[in-house]
């Protein structure tokens, strides 16, 4: 998009909020007997946004200035824009979307991501939370790894589960390197959240709880997320080679799907029946 064609999105988008924008919302009278109670004027949306009329009328026209993030926040704020209206402001003008704060517990999935997970029926696949808590997950995980459903939900968090629970580490033949890769992805997601309480606090317990967790930490390993392929030791089904994906919702960025399927050439599919349902 050229620089005339975002500024003249962005004032037409603003135009339009502003019009459509219920008075009664910013704490606005109606405009007159008759008059609608929705709409704001110029002047007003200025005021509320601490900018002068002048400058948020050439904003709308399309002028060549320079808005800067600050100022477009409290536009947005005023205007009363959504999360992805507000993104979609400063995408336009060049600036990055703000980063949502994660809560301190696992988020929870709503029911359309609930019903995906369940309509992957024998691929072993749950979701997990900014924190990594793990917030749905569907028969087949809970096949893979039974202790999910009976967990507290403090410490249903994948990376607590890795570094604490002994199913686990029978469950990752090469629990060493597994470990230490799920750590550095982690921490590469995890970094600018790291001084929330919920993150602070479970740093700390892991710190207090896995002397491995403790020395990894200090490492400062940061790696990004790739699908790979991931060999599990089931109890029941043996040696399983799986595929590890993972995915965001457009809706909820902040959930990650993360779904195994079974690695091409193995006899993977034969071996997740054994633990029951389907696998096409």
């Known amino acids: 998009m050229t620089e005339g064609a975002w500024r003249a999105e962005l004032g037409d988008f ?21 008059r609608r109670g929705v709409g704001l004027r110029r002047e007003e949306v200025a005021v ?5 009329v002048t400058w948020y009328t050439w904003l709308e026209q399309g002028r060549e200035i320079h808005p800067s993030r600050q100022v ?31 809560g301190a517990g696992p988020q929870e999935a709503p029911g359309h991501v609930r019903r995906l997970l369940d309509a992957l029926a024998g691929y072993p696949s749950y979701a997990i939370a900014p ?17 999910v459903a009976s967990v507290p939900a403090v410490d249903r968090n994948l990376l607590w589960l890795v570094f604490t629970d002994p199913y686990v580490r ?23 959240r790291l001084g929330e309480p919920g993150f602070t606090a479970l740093i700390e317990r892991l710190r207090a709880a896995s002397p491995a967790f403790r020395e990894g930490w200090e490492n400062h390993d940061i790696e990004g997320f790739t699908s790979r392929e991931r060999v599990f030791l089931h109890p029941v089904a043996g040696e399983l080679r799986l595929e590890h994906h993972r995915l965001a919702p457009s809706d909820h960025p902040g959930l990650h799907l993360v779904v195994y399927t079974p690695m091409p050439g193995t006899d993977a599919a034969e071996r997740l029946r054994l633990l029951g349902g389907e696998v096409s």
Not at 170 to 192: H, I, K, N, T
Request: charged share 25%.
């Open 131 to 147: 924190d990594w808590g793990i917030s749905a997950w569907n028969a087949a995980y809970a096949r893979l790894y039974p202790n």
């Open 72 to 102: 477009l926040d409290a536009i947005a704020r005023a205007l009363r824009l959504s999360g992805t209206e507000h993104d979609y402001v400063l995408a336009l003008a060049g600036y990055a979307a703000p980063r949502r704060e994660a």
């Open 48 to 52: 509320l946004s601490g900018v002068s």
């Open 170 to 192: 029978a469950l990752l033949p090469d629990w060493q390197v597994a470990s230490r890769r799920f750590l550095a992805e982690f921490r590469a997601e995890a970094g600018p």
């Open 14 to 34: 603003l135009r339009a909020r502003r019009g459509q924008i219920t008075r009664a919302e910013v704490g606005l009278p109606p405009l007159g007997r008759g």
